[in-house]
Each structure stands twice: as structure tokens, then as C-alpha cells.
């Protein structure tokens, strides 16, 4: 049974930085993360390709985030950096089962998520 654990979250200052990590259990193909801010629904934060070569994210994050991934070690980070407090939210990675081209920003797409890590920015 494929297992994915977020670590990483924790209290940071606008503009500070933090670095989420997803260990992965088992075989799981592209990688996305979410996230879920208290009273708002699930959206889409980044996604990478299985090999790490295609990336997505969402408008919000460019520039300021950066997904990437480690398969000899079965894990994937998210990088933050120039944290807003409008990032506060519960991040979850989230993992596809089936090996397919292309990524997606769309969650029903993925096969198997974490438990999530909560990120809080202070003003």
C-alpha cells in the first residue's frame, strides 16, 4: 500500500521560507501538491513529472515556489520562499499511480495523498 507523509510545515514570517518534503512509500508516478486554507476548498499549489522534467504551478506560486524530487529517495519537496500569510493553509502532496505523460492541477487525477502539514505565515 502506497504511503505519503508531508514533513516540513511550521510558523514562518512573511517573507520567510520553509521547505515541506513528501516521503513516499511504494511506486507513485507525477506528483502534485495542495493545499487548504481554513473555510476554502482544496487548490491546486504544484505538480511534477515522474523523471522531474515537467513542472506546473499555479499562478499564485511562480515565481516564489519550487517543486522538485528525489526518486533514489523517494520524496518530493516543495520550496517556499517570500511566504505571504494568504499561503497559510494545510499542504498536501498527492500522488498518481498510473505511469501517464503530462501532469495535472486537477486532484482527482492523483491516486493517494498525505495526512498534510500545516504551513502558517504571520504578519
Known amino acids: 500500500q502506497v504511503q505519503l507523509v508531508e514533513s516540513g510545515g511550521g510558523l514562518v514570517q512573511t517573507g520567510g521560507s520553509l521547505r515541506l518534503s513528501c516521503a513516499v512509500s511504494?511506486?507513485?508516478?507525477?506528483m502534485g501538491w495542495f493545499r487548504q486554507a481554513p473555510g476554502k476548498e482544496r487548490e491546486f499549489v504544484a505538480a511534477i513529472s515522474y523523471g522531474g522534467y515537467g513542472t506546473r504551478y499555479t499562478d499564485s506560486a511562480k515565481g516564489r515556489f519550487t517543486i522538485s524530487r528525489d526518486n533514489a529517495k523517494n520524496t518530493v519537496y516543495l520550496q517556499m520562499d517570500s511566504l505571504k500569510p494568504e499561503d497559510t493553509a494545510v499542504y498536501y502532496c498527492a500522488g498518481r499511480a498510473r505511469s501517464t505523460s503530462g501532469i495535472s492541477d486537477v486532484g482527482s487525477w492523483y491516486s493517494y495523498w498525505g495526512q498534510g502539514t500545516q504551513v502558517t505565515v504571520t504578519s
Open positions: 511504494g511506486r507513485t508516478y507525477a
